[in-house]
């Protein structure tokens, strides 16, 4: 996608750009639905339509029923929802958890009590999956990481040995695995892990947050619990949702007043809840349109290769195998990714190194560390396109970064 500056935007997984429909939806809501959605009067009613339509669209999306969706603020509070949920806390009792446990009064006592069970979870989710696994083992869990091969693939064999070796310590309740890594785009075998889960009777929560409206629905079967967030589909940001299998109950991270039912409590957002819904009525069909992206991908690919042989150092892939149609992510020996960011940014190309969400940390991706090792991750770059990229762009980002490459290798050593 270009703007009037000429920026060509190749971080679709980072956010992507609203959709036009979603802007009309949302411009329409504005001026219909302002009332509170909780209220029980006419404006909040109309409002309150808005909530449930998008709860609608995003069920029929992934699969899962309206009653079973729970929205959110976007994936990360999705998926801090799912793995919470299965984690009672010991004190307070069953179908309590998030409350102050009962022998919390103490002087010095943590206000939240201990927990029991345990969860695995691999070692390239996304931070809101990995930081909350290690939030609930410092309150007492036993998290079982499943480190990827070096493809980047989690190995369904490594999950089962996890697992097992988790259960010999506490009862699994939770497995957690992305349908699509955010950063090198690949699939992880997710029906594989719903058998291996489920065959232990553990439940398996899925972050497809890159995957829904750009694979289709098979990216995320047999998963129990799955994490979607609106701006990743062309929606709004601040809005996501966590769709669950029938019989799965939540426990609130947030409490607060009744809203989704108790499950998220504050006041609902229609203007943000009419883009989602438009945004997932369209992602319906997306995952063609994305399909036929991966000879552009691989294009692209192939000639930023060639432009990095050229300038002295071919960049190597990260990601094997099944990987999603868009994404390209490339280590270029002898550079520091941050900083070819830096100067493709002064050119007018938008990519990233690491993920959006890590962006201004001078940490290396846990992702590539986790595949290929510190150096590796230290001088990656991510591209990745989306419906609107064009050939043109395509052609004009590689010619642009050929040119940064030749500036780049011209500086004296350490300037
Ligand atoms: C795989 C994955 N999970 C979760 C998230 C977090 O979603 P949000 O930005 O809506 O909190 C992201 C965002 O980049 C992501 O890529």
């Known amino acids: 996608m270009r703007s009037a500056a000429r920026v060509i935007y190749l971080d679709w997984n ?15 809501a504005a001026e219909v639905a302002w009332a509170n959605p909780a209220s029980v009067h006419g404006p909040g009613r109309r409002a309150r339509a808005f909530i449930e339509q998008a709860r609608e669209a995003v069920a029929r999306l992934v699969g899962l029923d309206a009653r079973d969706v729970t929205l959110t603020s976007g994936g990360t509070e999705a ?15 069953s179908g309590a958890a998030g409350a102050p446990s009962a022998g919390s009064g103490a002087a010095g006592a943590p206000p939240w009590g201990r927990l029991q069970g345990a969860l695995v979870v691999s070692r390239i989710e996304h931070p809101s999956v990995t930081r909350a696994a290690e939030g609930l083992a410092r309150r007492g869990v036993e998290v079982a990481w499943v480190e ?22 506490a009862p699994v309740r939770l497995v957690s695995l992305q349908a699509v890594n955010h950063e090198t785009g690949v699939i992880q075998p997710v029906a594989e892990a719903a058998a291996i889960a489920h065959a232990r009777g553990a439940r398996l929560h899925v ?11 098979e990216a995320w079967a047999g998963a129990d619990l799955v994490s979607v967030a609106a701006h990743k589909i062309r929606g709004p940001k601040g809005i996501g949702a966590l769709a669950v299998r029938p ?31 438009a945004a997932a009525r369209r992602a319906l069909d997306a995952p063609a349109r994305y399909a036929a992206l ?62 959006a969400c890590s962006a201004g940390t001078a940490e290396p991706s846990p992702v590539l560390t986790a595949m290929l090792g510190p150096e590796r991750a230290a001088s990656a770059v991510r591209f990745s396109i989306g419906e609107e990229t064009t050939e043109a762009d395509v052609v004009e980002a590689v010619r642009r970064v050929a040119r940064v ?11």
């Not at 991966?294 to 190597?316: K, N, S, T, V």
């Not at 500036?407 to 350490?414: D, E, F, V, Y």
């Open 207 to 217: 972050d497809a947050v890159q995957a829904v409206g750009r694979l289709p629905p």
């Open 294 to 355: 991966a000879p552009l991908r691989d294009r692209l690919e192939a000639a930023l290769i060639e432009a990095g042989r050229a300038a002295g150092a071919a960049p190597l892939p990260n990601g094997e195998g099944l990987r999603a149609p868009h994404i390209t992510n490339l280590s270029w020996p002898g550079w520091r990714g941050d900083e070819l960011c830096a100067a493709l940014d002064l050119e007018g190309v938008a990519v990233s190194s690491g993920s």
């Open 148 to 169: 990827p091969e070096p493809s980047g693939r989690v190995a369904p064999e490594a999950l089962a040995a996890a697992l097992d070796r988790a259960a010999a310590v």
């Open 79 to 93: 998926n801090n929802l799912a793995l919470s949920h299965a984690f009672g806390d010991e004190a307070a009792g």
């Open 247 to 277: 019989g799965v109950r939540l426990r609130p991270v947030l409490l607060g007043g009744a809203q989704e039912r108790g499950l998220r409590p504050g006041t609902q957002d229609p203007l943000a809840a009419a883009g989602f819904a």
């Open 14 to 28: 980072a956010t992507t750009p609203p959709h036009p429909e979603v802007l009309a939806a949302m411009q329409a």
């Open 405 to 415: 490459l030749a500036r780049l290798r011209s500086l004296p050593a350490g300037s």
